[in-house]
């Protein structure tokens, strides 16, 4: 490591921005009794519904839990086919799975590595019933594209926007083009609740069936059933599951969301830094930013490991966290994973994008809490790792 000087601390990939105000929150909710699904999960829900201009939100436990529940009320069934990108985290994929669906992969660009819209028509066949655009990075989904294939075949739109809070396509937040869309407040994202997730959707029939499906298949939760005035009578109208979300972490998401936007401007003045140092490193390709109108909130800084780098991505991310640098994979093409990849051996070889890409990403730090520092102490030691050895 000659002329390079390694920082004594671990630079995380990611780091959730944790302040005093959360941190008080959540000791007033603990001092309230009241930690279960209540007051705060209900602001929480109404505050979320206004900033992103969908008039009906339903916390939930997990944005997979919103998947799963998403895709039931949507009227999924044992060999209904749903196309989907490969490159998403295994929850996109899995929840179509597990309900019996048959995912249909659909290759994505090479530059942005979002879903290619001009291979969704080789994609359709008698029995697809939806899509699942994933938003991905931060960036959204050319979603006019999407919308006029499904729209001219009958077909449903669910939206996975759980890199998307403060995400905007042509003027209006991502997650509702169509029926439905989830969002997730796992630590990583742009704001957190600890865990938790979030479905979204303008159609009031839809999110009542969602609400019975969230807790037990109750018709009617009112959160103060317990309370002085309520009544502990309920009314299960169909098997419902245990989703639902706690004020607990409502306490953490309603702060964090009145911040979201300021976190989204650090994370953007970050990666713009980030965009300008690497221009000079020609081994390592960052994302492209999609061309169209849409506001990106740089959820993530991924960068492609070149062949002119002379070390594959698993190499690459050793020697940075020999240097002290943490550093993700987002993500692993799915249909390579082992269940996917033994189950439909006909998209092995077929995404040859997807699969490119999936040898090559790899996610840099970036967090709000990092200074302009850390960045230039990231891509010398990214210069550093690439001289290693030569």
């Known amino acids: 490591m000659q002329g390079f000087s390694k920082r004594a601390d671990f630079l995380p990939f990611s780091r959730p921005t944790i302040r005093q105000v959360e941190i008080d929150e959540v000791v007033a909710t603990l001092q309230s009794g009241w930690i279960t699904t209540g007051p705060r999960a209900e602001r929480f829900e109404k505050e979320f519904a206004a900033y992103t201009g969908f008039p009906h939100v339903l916390a939930l436990s997990s944005a997979t839990a919103g998947l799963h529940i998403g895709l039931l009320a949507l009227g999924l069934r044992p060999g209904d086919e749903v196309i989907t990108t490969p490159i998403t985290w295994a929850a996109t994929v899995n929840m179509i799975e597990a309900l019996g669906g048959v995912p249909v992969f659909v290759d994505v660009r090479r530059d942005d590595l979002q879903m290619d819209p001009r291979h ?55 997650g509702c083009d169509d029926r439905l869309g989830v969002f997730s407040f796992h630590p990583i994202k742009n704001m957190t609740t600890g865990e938790g997730g979030a ?50 972490q409502a306490a953490l998401g309603i702060h964090q969301l009145a911040s979201v936007d300021e976190f989204n401007a650090r994370r953007r003045e970050l990666a713009d830094l980030y965009d300008r140092l690497l221009a000079e490193v020609p081994e390592i390709e960052p994302l492209a930013l999609p061309a169209y109108d849409h506001f990106h909130t740089r959820h993530l800084y991924v ?65 709000p809490l990092m200074s302009e520092d850390d960045v230039q102490y990231v891509v010398a030691a990214i210069r550093d790792a690439l001289r290693e050895g030569k």
């Open 303 to 367: 960068v492609k490991v070149l062949e002119s780098a002379g070390i594959d991505r698993d190499t690459f991310i050793a020697r940075l966290r020999a240097r002290n640098v943490g550093t993700g994979i987002h993500f692993r093409a799915v249909h390579t994973q082992p269940y996917y990849a033994q189950k439909y051996p006909r998209w092995l070889g077929a995404l040859p994008v997807s699969e490119w890409a999936s040898e090559r990403l790899c996610s840099l730090p970036l967090f």
């Open 199 to 248: 479905l979204v959707t303008r159609d009031e029939d839809l999110a009542r069936h969602l609400r019975a499906l969230r807790f037990h298949g109750l018709e009617k939760q009112a959160w103060n059933r317990y309370a002085e005035g309520g009544t502990p009578q309920v009314e299960v109208i169909l098997p419902g599951f245990k989703y639902n979300f706690m004020d607990l």
């Open 120 to 174: 969704l028509a080789a994609a359709l066949t008698p029995r697809t019933v939806g899509i699942i655009p994933v938003h991905y990075a931060g960036a959204a989904c050319n979603m006019d594209l999407i919308s006029k294939v499904a729209c001219a075949k009958g077909l449903w739109v669910f939206e996975d926007a759980a890199h998307g809070v403060g995400t905007r396509y042509k003027g209006r937040h991502v």
